[in-house]
């Protein structure tokens, strides 16, 4: 069964970059599409960014558009979140996600995704 584990998160100040990690496990990691969600705590998940099986598709949610990047490499099985000019209301806890269904397009929604790590908290400070 497939495993996702995220590192990277941590403390920061307003401005900073981070880079998260998603390291996965499992067959056919490669095949699917994968994705970041934030949550606050008391909120439900927001989705952050996707990127499609291939690595050629991204989609990113407009509040971070600009500012963070995602990345996959498909030999290490890892997917990348690189998060620049980090603002305070970016704090959560983010999680890594993979899409039910092999081989579709990468989704904004968190029905979608079956397989998620434990997520890891980013905290910026103002």
């Known amino acids: 069964q497939a495993q996702l584990v995220e590192s990277g998160g941590g403390l920061v100040q307003a401005g900073d970059s981070l880079r998260l990690s998603c390291k996965g496990s499992?067959?056919?990691?490669?095949?699917?599409?994968m994705a970041w969600f934030r949550q606050v705590q008391g909120k439900e998940h927001e989705f952050v960014a996707s990127?499609?099986?291939?690595?050629?598709?991204?989609s990113y949610a407009d509040s971070v558009k600009g500012r963070f990047a995602i990345f996959r490499d498909n030999g290490q099985k890892t997917t990348y979140l690189h998060m620049n000019s980090l603002k305070s209301e970016d704090t959560a806890t983010y999680y890594c996600?993979?899409?039910?269904?092999?081989?579709?397009?990468?989704?904004?929604?968190?029905?979608?995704?079956?397989?998620w790590g434990q997520g890891t908290q980013v905290t910026v400070s103002a």
């Open positions: 990127i499609s099986w291939s690595g050629g598709s991204t």
């Open positions: 499992g067959p056919a990691f490669g095949s699917y599409a």
């Open positions: 996600a993979r899409l039910r269904l092999a081989h579709r397009p990468d989704s904004p929604y968190r029905d979608q995704y079956d397989t």
